[in-house]
């Protein structure tokens, strides 16, 4: 079954210690990207990736690290959590971008807590 | 600056009525354009998508929704709502192939069905 799955899928943790929420796709797709939702503000996007080793920043990146050593993994990291990370984030892929179907996965959400 | 504009963060429906949700866009070309569910406590799931040809374009759950060009409009109807319609409804704008390929999303519209 074609799936993004994230991990875990909540957590509370607290303020400066480090952590990571795992995303892995089954479907190859080359374009990775997280986004954090919080109420009245949508979807924002942190950080995606065109391909392996190809990470870029969305329009929130601050206070987050992404890697992509691996097509299939996309990781999002944490490195000294605060208060206002407290959100609920989505992982999603893409296929390939030139003339084909644009549909992004989503994996089934994040609910992280920073006390 | 591609950007979506969900006027409408709240709606109530009597089961049974008809359903109009409000979605307008901006973006500088042919825009690729997506409408995501979101039931409480669960991922976004695509309801339907908007890439070229015919502007009403058909989704699951009875959903349809109408591209016009000359409105920057995407509307979502249904002709008759079911109580399990009542969710957070996302629109989206992508940009086509050989760009970012970047998704963004609207503020939503959360949809409460009366009985």
């Not at chain 1, 944490?78 to 206002?84: C, H, Q, V």
């Not at chain 2, 307008?24 to 309801?47: E, K």
């Not at chain 2, 015919?54 to 016009?68: H, N, S």
Request: proline content about 6%.
């Amino acid at each position: 079954e074609a799936q993004v799955t994230q991990n875990p899928r909540y957590l509370i943790t607290v303020t400066g210690k480090k952590l990571t929420v795992t995303c892995s796709q089954n479907m190859n797709h080359e374009y990775m990207s997280w986004y954090r939702q919080d109420p009245g503000l949508g979807l924002r996007q942190i950080y995606y990736s065109m391909n392996v080793e190809v990470t870029d920043k969305g329009d929130v990146p601050e206070g987050y690290k992404v890697s992509r050593k691996e097509k299939r993994n996309f990781p999002l990291i944490l490195e000294s959590p605060s208060p206002n990370q407290t959100s609920l984030y989505f992982c999603a892929s893409r296929p390939p971008r030139q003339g084909m179907n644009t549909e992004a996965f989503f994996g089934q959400g994040t609910r992280l807590t920073v006390v | 600056a591609q950007s979506v504009t969900q006027p409408d963060i709240h709606i109530t429906v009597s089961e049974g009525a008809s359903l109009e949700l409000r979605c307008n866009y901006s973006y500088g070309a042919t825009p690729y354009l997506f409408w995501y569910v979101q039931s409480p406590g669960q991922g976004l799931q695509l309801l339907l998508k908007y890439f070229s040809g015919d502007t009403l374009v058909q989704g699951i759950k009875g959903f349809e929704a109408e591209f016009k060009r000359s409105q920057s409009s995407f509307n979502l109807r249904k002709p008759s709502v079911h109580w399990s319609d009542a969710a957070e409804y996302f629109c989206a704008v992508g940009a086509p192939a050989g760009t970012a390929s970047k998704l963004t999303f609207g503020t939503g519209t959360r949809l409460q069905v009366t009985l």
